[in-house]
């Protein structure tokens, strides 16, 4: 609902405009002022939409008062109304900005027909503006996507048309936190979290801005705030994030950054390794981009949970948490000196037996020998030596042959391309090639360069932007065809991936 201040010193006559504007049947909210004295104190209280005055009046006339609030509220839609004695006064109003004069008497048609154009300019002025924004928000997701997967600012800085967001409007951002589920969850909910910022800003201090990046990534920036601060504003978003959608998820949160538009790839790239350790220290949900990866929580591990983990890295040929979790039992024996040495060699000793069913032609009697060894050893560095000797070969049995490991990434990624309509997880996938999600990741960047969910959602992207060029097809019926059943989710990503939203990207090659 529009508003609408009346200013004249006759209260008859603002009587009878309000009358008048009854009959036009246009709700408006209607304010009264009996002088320009009066309306000042009012605006500077209360915004409005339209100022319709009289001009001659005490204290400070129309002229006058045009005169002071045409410069303070530029898109303030002013109107006079005036006698034919004062006709010259609103010619001059009207160099002044002033949209429209109506002669009194008033005449209800013309009075109806003018306050119809001006709302309409309203409208327009509003529906102008809500572009405007939408185009700044559509730029400033394009530029953050952008510089997180490591483009050049300078290259992303002569993307983006004069008079949008720039990319160094991010410098007031200290912070970068990467939170991470283990389901399609940003997707699901169609990549809205506005309700959630706002209330996040109501309750903590400072400016924020998200960027769901894929369907289990979604990229938040703060402005400066410490370590505590930082810590309780992740606290309270997760926590509404559970109880509003029964998800969980986890947070892993950077050193403030110096210089963030030149930074962001890189720290992104460091959040991502950091968040592995979720597959290892599943009770913690918070990490550190500089906080040491093993930290006293492993200490409270037991050897039965160690031991069936290390069990399942070897069945899932992944390497990498193998190593995290002898690394760990390490820690644990290292720091406290309860064990007995029988102990941990019996330990260790039952660890090789589960390598050594894993490595193809080696002999019974090269397991006696290694065990021997380990009894044999005089000090805990030389078990540790022996261990990761064997995880080498591990290693070295499970990627002997480059070519089984690139048909395995060939497997992923044939299976995305057929597939690219249907719902894909990295979990999926991992059971396809029967491997834990986490090696597959690490296996599929290294083989390719490119992280496996960016791998899916550039795909997806690439044969939308095909759609758009060489189909009629409808929006809603492309975003299914490339996988994505929520269409404002879709829109989102495409704006985010390309800079442009689907149906502009259509519109520019027609």
């Known amino acids: 609902m529009y508003s609408l201040l009346i200013v004249d ?22 304010h009264e002022a009996c002088n320009g004295k009066e309306a000042i104190a009012f605006l ?13 009046m005490p204290f400070i006339d129309g002229m006058e008062l045009l005169k002071r609030v045409s410069p303070l509220y530029p898109e303030m839609k002013c109107i006079i109304f005036s006698g034919y004695s004062e006709f010259e006064y609103a010619k001059g109003a009207m160099k002044m900005g ?14 109806s027909k003018t306050l119809n154009k001006v709302i309409q300019e309203l409208e327009e002025q509003q529906i102008s503006k809500d572009r405007a924004a939408e185009t700044d928000s559509f730029m400033k997701e394009h530029i953050l996507y952008s510089l997180i997967n490591g483009m050049n600012p300078m290259e992303v800085e002569r993307n983006v048309p004069a008079g949008c967001y720039q990319p160094q409007e991010l410098e007031v951002y200290s912070r970068m936190i990467l939170l991470e589920v283990n389901d399609d969850f940003f997707g699901r909910i169609g990549a809205d979290l506005t309700n959630i910022l706002k209330e996040i800003e109501a309750q903590q201090e400072g400016q924020y801005q998200y960027l769901n990046l894929n369907e289990q990534q979604s990229v938040w920036l703060t402005s400066s705030m410490s370590k505590e601060q930082c810590r309780s504003m992740v ?13 969980t998820c986890f947070a892993a949160i950077s050193e403030p950054m110096e210089d963030p538009v030149n930074s962001m790839g890189a720290i992104f790239d460091c959040l991502e390794e950091r968040m592995e350790q979720k597959f290892y220290q599943t009770e913690c949900k918070i990490f550190w981009e500089k906080e040491i990866a093993h930290d006293n929580v492993i200490a409270q591990i037991d050897d039965d949970t160690l031991m069936k983990q290390m069990k399942q890295d070897i069945k899932m040929k992944d390497i990498h948490c193998l190593r995290q979790h002898f690394n760990s039992m390490c820690e644990k024996y290292k720091g406290n000196n309860s064990f007995s040495q029988v102990y941990i060699k019996f330990i260790f000793s039952n660890l090789l037996k589960d390598f050594y069913e894993n490595l193809l032609n080696i002999s019974e009697q090269k397991l006696n020998d290694e065990i021997e060894e380990l009894y044999c050893s005089k000090d805990f560095a030389t078990v540790m030596t022996i261990i990761n000797r064997n995880i080498d070969r591990l290693e070295q049995e499970f990627g002997r042959n480059p070519q089984m490991i690139h048909r395995e990434i060939e497997s992923v990624k044939t299976y995305i391309y057929e597939n690219y309509d249907k719902e894909i997880s990295v979990d999926y996938l991992a059971d396809m090639v029967y491997m834990a999600p986490s090696y597959l990741s690490h296996i599929f960047k290294k083989e390719t360069g490119q992280n496996l969910s960016k791998f899916i959602k550039a795909y997806r992207m690439e044969r939308a932007k095909e759609m758009l060029e060489t189909t009629h097809n409808k929006i809603v ?3 299914y065809a490339v996988g994505y ?6 829109c989102q990503s495409f704006r985010e991936y390309f800079g442009v939203s689907p149906q502009k990207y259509r519109d520019q090659g027609e």
């Open 477 to 479: 019926n492309i975003s």
């Open 235 to 247: 606290e309270q978003l997760a926590g509404l994030l559970h109880k509003r959608y029964d998800v």
């Open 9 to 30: 010193d006759e209260k008859i006559e603002r009587n009878g405009i309000k009358f008048l504007l009854k009959q036009t049947g246009i709700e408006l909210e209607v």
């Open 44 to 56: 500077e209280e209360h915004q409005v939409d339209m100022l319709l005055t009289d001009i001659k």
């Open 98 to 111: 002033v949209k429209d004069y109506i002669l009194k008497p008033v005449d209800p048609v013309e009075f």
């Open 485 to 490: 059943p929520n269409v404002s989710y879709f």
